[in-house]
């Protein structure tokens, strides 16, 4: 156990049994003889007395040295002790943010009781929604995304020395040949394409690449799509270029041992969007389309075609740039899953800039609202089993949500590796915010659909595309509706 630990336990242990014998510090300095600061600097846990010290403390509560020196808490303060004594605050990703540990510790010691309610709560969410130590790493780095805007100029400036030290020129793609003759030739990696059922695993066949560290052997599922092969090799470039040692070894991952690993795929995968969507050359395409009158998708469409066939690392890159280069921060990337012939949808991914937007993922099992052009591309890519790819756009606006209102475009895929499932990524603009940037959006021939987040959350009481029953919706009713009748009530008999 770390030794601040230890101090600040012995300092909260301190501090509640003063205030249980009702001794102001000042009362305990005349009892022991130490000091006042002292005695508050033990309290805070940053100091932790000497053994005649103890003895001193001890005989004045009139309690035993060994009962002093546990590090066992009463029930208020046990889930205190019990995130102290585990490895918790060590494995919070607190230095991203900014925060240092030791900050952290004093908040705890200055209002214990409060800090033992706020973790209780925590944990008793967690527990009610099963939200995993994987799931909360994955959070604080959409946290961590959203603080910087999603926009790392360090690794797009990376990206870019990258290309001049390899003599690539900015305004030609890299291809994988070059991508692989680096990686050879500079980071002694053997590269393998190979199916991955041969394997003998059939949860290996859905994974696209495999890293193995001590023979730095990159194997390749063959089967990837051809953007997916690109994306790995430009990955794998970033973590190389970028010295990032502490890593996942598959792509898709299944799972990581710490943050680092999932900050650092954070960094890798982002270094090869910015290689394989040069900065410069995205930004000039984005600005074309965002200067038309008219909307039309197919320009949407050139783009893809331009850069990848991968609808999602566009969209993702547009993330990059959108807060940097065109001030447009009020905006949300979904990644959506269902299976075919479902009425099922899952939120796999998700990014949320300003931290306010709907639609956020669920974790309550209701049924997204069948609105969302998210899930129409879906359907519509059900539908049209010649289909390969299918793009749609909306303006949404969210009525019983603020009457927030944003420009939407979703495109769907099949899954490459389940064939059995379909994808759909999505990336929308709040509408205000983004106007007079994006011409297009002027454009009336966008359709516009009111929407919600959930059908149990949604008022809109005339749809064809309901899930489900308004139940939330309409107990909120009730209750706003019931509120103002004892409201009334008691107005009535206080004249």
Not at 65 to 74: G, P, T
Not at 475 to 480: D, F, L, W
Request: glycine share 2%; net charge neutral; hydrophobic share 35%.
């Amino acid at each position: 156990m770390q030794q601040d630990y230890i101090k600040l336990i012995f300092g909260l242990k301190l501090k509640q049994i003063r205030t249980s014998k009702d001794l102001s510090l000042f009362k305990l300095s005349k009892l022991t003889g130490l000091s006042k600061s002292y005695l508050n600097e033990i309290e805070k846990g940053k100091k932790y007395p000497k053994t005649d010290k103890i003895i001193a403390l001890a005989d004045a509560f009139q309690v035993s040295y060994d009962e002093l020196v546990s590090l066992k808490l009463d029930k208020n303060l046990a889930p205190v002790a019990e995130i102290l004594q585990s490895n918790l605050l060590q494995e919070i990703p607190l230095d991203i943010f900014g925060i240092e540990e030791r900050d952290l510790i004093e908040i705890i010691s200055n209002a214990p009781l409060k800090v033992n309610a706020f973790i209780s709560t925590l944990i008793e969410i967690g527990n009610n929604y099963n939200l995993t130590k994987e799931s909360f790493f994955l959070a604080s780095l959409r946290s961590f995304q959203e603080s910087h805007d999603n926009y790392f100029p360090e690794i797009e400036i990376a990206a870019r020395n990258f290309l001049k030290e390899y003599l690539l020129e900015s305004d030609k793609f890299v291809s994988n040949e070059t991508m692989e003759e680096i990686l050879k030739e500079e980071y002694d990696y053997t590269i393998c394409y190979k199916d991955f059922k041969t394997l003998g695993s059939s949860d290996l066949e859905k994974l696209r690449s495999i890293f193995i560290k001590e023979k730095k052997i990159l194997y390749i599922n063959i089967l990837s799509e051809v953007d997916q092969k690109r994306f790995i090799l430009a990955k794998e470039l970033g973590y190389n270029y970028l010295k990032l040692t502490d890593r996942l070894y598959t792509f898709s991952w299944a799972s990581f041992e710490n943050f680092d690993q999932l900050l650092n795929n954070f960094y890798a995968s982002y270094f090869a969007g910015a290689l394989l969507l040069p900065e410069e050359m995205l930004l000039k395409d984005m600005e074309e389309v965002f200067a038309l009158e008219s909307h039309d998708l197919s320009k949407f469409q050139e783009i893809f075609g331009k850069y990848t066939e991968s609808p999602e690392t566009v969209y993702q890159r547009m993330t990059n740039l959108l807060p940097k280069h065109f001030n447009i921060r009020d905006l949300f990337f979904l990644r959506l899953s269902t299976r075919k012939d479902s009425d099922s949808y899952k939120l796999t991914k998700e990014l949320h800039l300003n931290r306010q937007q709907s639609p956020q993922a669920n974790g309550t099992d209701e049924h997204y609202c069948r609105r969302w052009v998210s899930l129409n591309v879906l359907r519509d890519l059900q539908n049209n089993e010649n289909s390969t790819h299918e793009i749609g756009s909306q303006i949404s606006t969210y009525p019983f949500s603020n009457n927030q209102k944003y420009y939407v475009i979703s495109s769907a895929t099949k899954d490459p590796f389940n064939p059995n499932y379909l994808r759909s990524v999505t990336i929308g603009i709040l509408y205000k915010s983004a106007q007079r940037k994006i011409k297009f959006m002027n454009d009336p021939a966008i359709p516009v659909q009111e929407v919600a987040v959930t059908c149990e959350n949604c008022g809109i009481m005339e749809c064809d595309k309901r899930a489900a029953k308004p139940m939330r919706f309409e107990k909120a009713v009730r209750n706003k509706r019931l509120n103002v009748i004892i409201n009334d009530f008691i107005k009535s008999q206080s004249n």
